[in-house]
């Protein structure tokens, strides 16, 4: 490239709020000439532009802070447990002025135009001054809060009095005494300053569409044990990037519905006593995950609601009930529910009366006219797409981010977006960004981009750009990922709810920054994985999916690698039952059904434990027996405890989870004979267990899926018990496998072939695992076994032979079908309450059953 067409900057930044300030401060450390443009005056962006009474940061200051710089970190005091506005925004322009900033910031100066040049490599930028800049990089530090929602109740105009928005509050401030206020808006910025105006003026009326969850700050002083984090700050900020939230606390593993009433209360009473919101969905693992467990939470903060106000009515109106704790952003309040008890302050529930329009005098609504002196809106944003599609964005061919994002704003990893190449987005949709401690999670963005101009600079590099491969791919685990939550039920920002007309998507990554982080760092490891580069010395691509299992298999997968578990195959089978009675231990506990009998029937050699489970609905029911997974090793009648209850509601079965003999105590045959055993018992005794006669099928997963597979021959063979149907779930059923899944799939997804092999070898002697018995794939006839549903996982090894044998009943005429669940492994479906993306194949299991007794139910 020449001189005379060289592009003016390396980097152009828009905005200077914390991530603008930091991309600055990193480009002078590389070298690079950057210019951030900013349409206010001054730095700090949010808190630049939200002065109104009582804004304060809701993460606490001690975490909500810079950590690139451990002296800037040791030297700026907080003053507060959560800093107000003024102290937030002193921080701000302390950041630009220690590291003279400002000097390549052009204020009041709004970026409205950038087009991607494809001949010059680079970003030609447009200014509300006219100016036309041309920088290589592009980079959006725009804000995911910065663009106001437009105000969409009709009659603004007519309004007399004094209008205040909480986004653009007036840098002199507001003197509300002796004056009559309405305030339209209970979100965060409405909770934390209706106190404050109601203190002041004469008469407050708060409008409120939808109630929401508050906690108390408990503001004050910053705690001398938080304070002492600045001791060993650098490990600290260490352990927060490795956190779900950016913040460091527990990180439950436990489920709310698992423990009892007294702990959970216990529990949340702590939480409350806290006055911190980040960890408020986390105490439990199924809280944003279970609508019954986030329900625990939600009554005991409605409970408290209600223990602050007096009037009952008041209470009713502000007491949250429309969406699940935590799926819209909680609130930190002080005094607010306080508040509503003064004489001079109403509510108004604008669900039940609408407001019909602004007025000349005030505020009309169905059943009643307001006169205001002056109108608050706190009215919220246009967030994390608002901000940049007010620019106009042209990338690759003249296609504009508009465009683009019609349906939704298509990204890859939150920074970048396939077609508009050299452009980043810091904290963008598709990043944890507003779910997190912004602060942190702009740092780990900032970083990332910085490490990737250095790779490009270092492989003479110049334009990157994401591939529709790695965006689509990115974007659906994004969707998987939140469709497996409760954040889609409420109608909130992060949906897109509160903008009429705006796409239906869930914006942030919900994932959490530690998994987020590891995908950003593997992304870079691997070549930069998903990524197109283009330089002098021509292209270069590693196009992929970074994420190819559903996203709760990856957290259990990342989950067990932290634990560092030995592998099942270095122990005794006794060391290894007791790993596995540990993980099973906290695991959820599945549906409640109409009643669980233990009890004991006659193997075949000697008695063996059965736990039977009976729908809660009128009986006699259709029969299913169940054989447990575990290798012929692991495991017992109980151990699939949770998986036995689902399918005892959703198949509207008795399940009868039967025991067998372990090897190597008991090896081949001894399992299959007693799983035999247990179906004759079953059917013998079929009407006193509460079953109907003849509705009896088998279903078993792993080993019990061996169990189930053979039991269905056996019968055949002996002439009955007549079986109506068998569900397998990934089943062994061929000890010689050495299909690709098996050496894809060998290592790395809980079953590994080393373990399996360990499992064979414990059970059977080689010379006998071509027997039917134990490899029931290799009968020489298939003909004439029940109905079959053989479910396999994309990376499970046992994946080939399930499909192999649902392949082979279907060609000898038994009218089998197989279904392979994308990016599910071995143990994905009997993992009820951890594995929410398995759940519509334990819907298909369920269906499968109900269709076996289908013919057999009592009119
Ligand atoms: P911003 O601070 O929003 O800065 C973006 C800047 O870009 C703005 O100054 C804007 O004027 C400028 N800009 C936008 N478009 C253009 C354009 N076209 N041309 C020129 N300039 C432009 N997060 C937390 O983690 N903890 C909190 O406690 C917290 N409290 C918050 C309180 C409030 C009231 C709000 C609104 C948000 C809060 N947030 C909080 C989120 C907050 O936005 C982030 O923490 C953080 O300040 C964002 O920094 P930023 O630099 O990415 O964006
Ligand atoms: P918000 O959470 O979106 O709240 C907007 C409020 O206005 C909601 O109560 C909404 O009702 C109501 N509203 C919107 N349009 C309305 C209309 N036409 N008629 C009546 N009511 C209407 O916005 P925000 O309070 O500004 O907060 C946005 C985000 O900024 C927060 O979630 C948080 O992330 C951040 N923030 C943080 C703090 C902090 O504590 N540090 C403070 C402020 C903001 P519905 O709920 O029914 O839509």
Not at 517 to 533: E, I, K, S, T
Not at 790 to 809: M, N
């Amino acid at each position: 490239m020449s001189e005379s067409n060289r592009p003016q900057l390396d980097v152009i930044v828009v905005g200077a709020g914390f991530a603008g300030l930091y991309l600055l401060h990193k480009f002078r450390e590389m070298g690079l000439s950057a210019r951030a443009f900013e349409a206010g005056d001054d730095v700090g962006g949010t808190w630049y532009w939200n002065r109104y009474p009582g804004a304060r940061c809701d993460i606490e200051s001690i975490d909500y802070s810079f950590s690139f710089d451990p002296e800037l970190e040791q030297e700026w005091q907080w003053s507060e447990k959560y800093a107000t506005q003024p102290e937030i925004l002193r921080y701000a322009q302390h950041v630009a002025d220690r590291f003279d900033l400002r000097r390549d910031i052009s204020f009041a100066t709004r970026v409205e135009q950038a087009v991607w040049d494809e001949a010059g490599s680079c970003w030609n930028v447009t200014t509300s001054q006219g100016e036309t800049v041309s920088g290589r990089f592009f980079i959006m530090a725009t804000g995911c809060l910065s663009q106001p929602k437009d105000i969409d109740i009709e009659g603004i105009e007519n309004f007399t009095g004094a209008i205040y928005r909480t986004h653009s509050w007036p840098h002199e401030g507001v003197d509300f005494s002796g004056k009559t206020v309405g305030i339209i808006g209970t979100g965060s910025s409405g909770i934390q300053s209706i106190p404050l105006i109601a203190g002041q003026a004469d008469h407050t009326t708060v409008f409120q569409r939808t109630a929401n969850y508050s906690i108390p700050a408990g503001n004050g002083p910053i705690a001398p044990e938080k304070l002492a984090v600045k001791q060993r700050y650098q490990d600290y900020r260490e352990e927060a990037r490795w956190t779900s939230v950016g913040v460091p606390g527990k990180q439950a593993m436990d489920f709310a519905l698992t423990v009892s009433e007294e702990e959970r209360q216990q529990r949340y009473q702590e939480l409350w006593d806290k006055g911190a919101i980040p960890h408020l969905g986390s105490e439990f693992a199924d809280l944003l995950l279970d609508e019954k467990a986030n329900d625990t939470l939600a009554e005991f903060v409605r409970g408290k609601i209600r223990s602050v106000i007096e009037d009952s009515e008041v209470a009713d109106i502000l007491t949250p009930t429309e969406f699940p704790i935590c799926t819209k952003r909680a609130c930190l309040d002080t005094h607010y529910y306080q508040t509503f008890n003064k004489p001079n302050v109403d509510i108004v529930d604008i669900k039940r009366n609408p407001i019909v329009s602004i007025t000349a005098t005030g505020i009309a609504t169905k059943e009643q006219n307001f006169d205001f002196d002056a109108i608050v809106f706190a009215t919220g944003f246009d967030a994390m797409t608002g901000a940049l599609l007010a620019i106009d964005i042209r990338g690759r061919e003249g296609q504009s981010l508009k465009d683009k994002w019609a349906h939704g704003p298509l990204n890859y990893l939150g920074l970048t977006v396939s077609g508009f190449p050299n452009f980043f987005m810091i904290t963008g949709p598709g990043s944890p960004s507003v779910l997190s401690n912004m602060i942190l999670s702009i740092e780990q963005h900032v970083e990332w981009i910085a490490d990737c101009l250095e790779h490009m600079s270092k492989a003479g590099l110049d334009v990157i750009d994401a591939t529709e491969t790695a965006e689509s791919g990115w974007v659906e685990y994004g969707t998987a990922t939140s469709d497996m939550t409760l954040f889609p039920q409420a109608k909130s920002w992060y949906m897109g709810a509160n903008v009429p007309g705006k796409p239906r998507v869930c914006l942030p990554y919900v994932g959490g920054v530690a998994a987020y982080r590891r995908v950003c760092n593997d992304v870079a490891a691997q070549d930069y994985l998903g990524f197109r580069f283009d330089g002098p010395d021509g292209s270069r691509c590693n196009d992929g999916l970074v994420r190819r299992q559903q996203p709760d298999v990856v957290a259990l997968l990342e989950m067990l690698a932290d634990l560092e578990l030995p592998p099942f195959e270095s122990l005794s089978p006794d060391e290894a039952r007791a790993m596995s009675v540990a993980m099973n231990a906290g695991n959820p506990p599945g549906p409640q059904v109409g009643a669980v009998v233990d009890g004991s029937f006659p193997g075949a050699d000697g008695a063996l434990d059965y736990r039977l489970y009976r729908p809660d609905s009128p009986g006699p029911h259709p029969v299913t027996v169940y054989f447990h997974g575990g290798g012929w090793v692991l495991g017992d009648h109980t151990s699939d405890d949770a998986f036995c209850r689902d399918l005892c509601v959703n198949a509207d079965s008795v399940i009868i989870s039967a025991n067998y003999r372990h090897a190597p105590e008991a090896r081949f045959p001894a399992a299959v004979d007693d799983g035999f055993a247990a179906v004759q018992w079953v059917s013998d005794n079929i009407e006193t267990l509460g079953g109907m006669r003849g509705a009896l099928a088998v279903c078993g997963w792993s080993a019990g899926g061996n169990i189930a597979a053979v039991v269905c021959q056996l019968a055949r063979d002996a002439g009955g018990p007549e079986i109506k149907g068998q569900v397998l779930i990934t089943p062994v059923v061929d000890a010689g496998d050495d299909s690709p899944s098996m050496t894809d799939n060998a290592e790395g997804f809980v079953l590994t072939k080393a373990l399996m092999d360990w499992f064979w070898d414990h059970y059977a002697d080689p010379s006998k695992r071509a027997d039917p018995k134990a490899s029931p794939l290799l009968a020489p006839d298939l003909s004439g076994l029940p109905p079959a549903l053989v479910i396999t996982g994309e990376f499970d090894p046992l994946r080939d032979q399930g499909k192999a044998y649902a392949e082979a009943l279907d060609a000898a005429g038994t009218g089998a079908r197989h279904i392979n669940y994308p990016g599910q492994i071995h143990t994905s479906f009997t993992a009820v309450g951890a594995i929410p993306t398995a759940n519509g194949s334990r819907q298909d299991i369920a269906a499968a059953l109900r269709q076996y007794f289908k013919a057999l139910e009592p009119v």
